[in-house]
């Protein structure tokens, strides 16, 4: 199966082709969704700090107009990517989610970190540059790791304050620099439950543009320990049996998909396919 979204670099110099906008207040859309005619969407009065081509959606250019502000245009509202995600069609949340990370990598590298000059971006190529320094900024991503731990029927779940009333998750953070994916795993889980796990696996990954995260995900058996939660981080966490669990986070999460998976096998159903 082919790809309906395909990242690319994009001349900004070429005319026509599709664009979103996006301000602090999230991504332009009216009716017809996110997308806009590029040449009518700037013919409106928008204060544009930086434009940049994206990719192809169905072979067609898309370019991102990263805005310093909302504008109130007729017929069209702001809406955050969290959103897209969650009602969204999932190829439009792909696009917006990648432009959304170009759009704050970009804002967040206007002037080098070295010598605080202003950069410019590298043509082709989806990086800033900085002249005097000779060197150059990717856009950033950070590895995070994610782990359902389990003890036969039951299932390790938290919740962090900011979580939605009710909803119980798995465990995730950030890497720190040193460490494998293993090492934060096991450090995470020190840290946030006080317990010890092994029979450590990996299950796949997911990009998490919220800023922009990289999910590691991974499923990791109870080793020992009893459950601590970790001060201001974790409001509460239990094992919880897989026929009585509690309310869980949204399908298009990898957090969604490890639990998913590890009680349709454990209760025999069909299993889920890891989101995009
Ligand atoms: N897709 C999913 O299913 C899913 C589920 C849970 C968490 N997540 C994501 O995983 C990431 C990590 O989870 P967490 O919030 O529990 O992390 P965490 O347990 O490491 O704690 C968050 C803290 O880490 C620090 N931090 C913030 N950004 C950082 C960075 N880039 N590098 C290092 N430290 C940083 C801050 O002090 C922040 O308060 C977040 O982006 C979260 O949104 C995704
Ligand atoms: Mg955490
Ligand atoms: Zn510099």
Same mark, same amino acid.
């Given at each position: 199966m082919t790809s309906r979204w395909t990242t690319a670099v994009l001349d900004t110099d070429l005319p026509g082709g599709w664009a979103v906008a996006r301000s602090p207040e999230g991504f332009l859309f009216d009716d017809n969704g996110a997308l806009f005619p590029r040449e009518w969407l700037k013919r409106q009065d928008l204060s544009i700090l930086a434009e940049h081509g994206i990719g192809h959606l169905d072979g067609e250019p898309v370019y991102l107009l990263e805005l310093h502000s909302p504008l109130d245009i007729p017929g069209c509202h702001w809406k955050g990517l969290r959103a897209f995600m969650l009602e969204g069609d999932h190829t439009l949340y792909k696009v917006l989610g990648y432009a959304a990370q170009i759009g704050t990598w970009a804002r967040e590298h206007r *002037? %080098?970190?070295? %010598?605080?000059k202003r950069m410019s971006q590298i043509p082709l190529e989806r990086a800033m540059y900085c002249d005097a320094c000779d060197l150059r900024h990717y856009p950033r991503i950070s590895p995070s790791m994610i782990v359902l731990i389990t003890r036969g029927d039951e299932v390790l779940l938290a919740r962090s304050p900011? *979580?939605?009333?009710g909803v119980y998750s798995t465990l995730a953070g950030f890497a720190e620099p040193g460490e494998s994916a293993e090492d934060c795993l096991v450090r995470e889980v020190r840290e946030e439950v006080s317990i010890e796990v092994k029979n450590i696996q990996y299950m796949g990954s997911q990009c998490w543009p919220f800023p922009h995260s990289m999910m590691l995900g991974f499923h990791a058996e109870y080793a020992g320990g009893d459950i601590v939660p970790q001060e201001d981080e974790i409001e509460d966490a239990q094992w919880f049996n897989v026929h009585d669990l509690p309310p869980l986070p949204a399908s298009r999460s990898i957090a969604r998909y490890l639990i998913d998976l590890y009680v349709a096998r454990r209760l025999g159903h069909a299993e889920p396919v890891l989101p995009g």
């Open positions: *002037f %080098c970190g070295s %010598c605080g900011r *979580f939605v009333t």
